[in-house]
């Protein structure tokens, strides 16, 4: 298959808590888990939680090695955006709060106008766009 828009996309980050990481991003924002798997104590086996829409052509997978894990390193402009096309629904960002997210100013004030940003437990940014995406 070549590389095309048809193309599936995985987003793959570090993860300090693969727990809190699902809280907040099943329990939270709705994604469902796409895959699971544990390590083993073998060196080199990875914790994986991928998590994404089901038939979404994306997914978003959280990888953490209990024996040497990497710490996230999330600079402001480590986004995931999602475009909802209408406003933020509060009890949104209040589930995503009570799931272990914070809420914080854009770096970019461009997404405090178009929508609400939300911390990840890792420290990544989460956008919340009032805009579509054509």
């Known amino acids: 298959m070549p590389a095309d828009a048809a193309a599936h996309v995985r987003i793959a980050r570090p993860s300090l808590d693969l727990e809190a990481a699902e809280r907040f991003w099943v329990a ?3 994604l469902a888990v796409q895959y699971r798997h544990e390590a083993d104590g073998t060196p080199g086996r990875h914790s994986l939680l991928m998590v994404g829409w089901p038939g979404a052509g994306w997914h978003l997978e959280l990888v953490h090695d209990p024996a040497a894990p990497v710490v996230p390193r999330p600079t402001p402009e480590d986004l995931l955006v999602v475009y909802l096309g209408e406003e933020v629904p509060g009890a949104l960002v209040r589930r995503l709060e009570e799931h272990g997210g914070t809420r914080m100013p854009a770096h970019n004030p461009y997404w405090d106008t178009w929508g609400v940003t ?3 437990p890792d420290g990544y940014p989460l956008v919340l766009s009032t ?3 054509p």
């Open 131 to 133: 805009r579509t995406w």
């Open 118 to 120: 939300v911390q990840d």
């Open 28 to 30: 939270g924002l709705g």
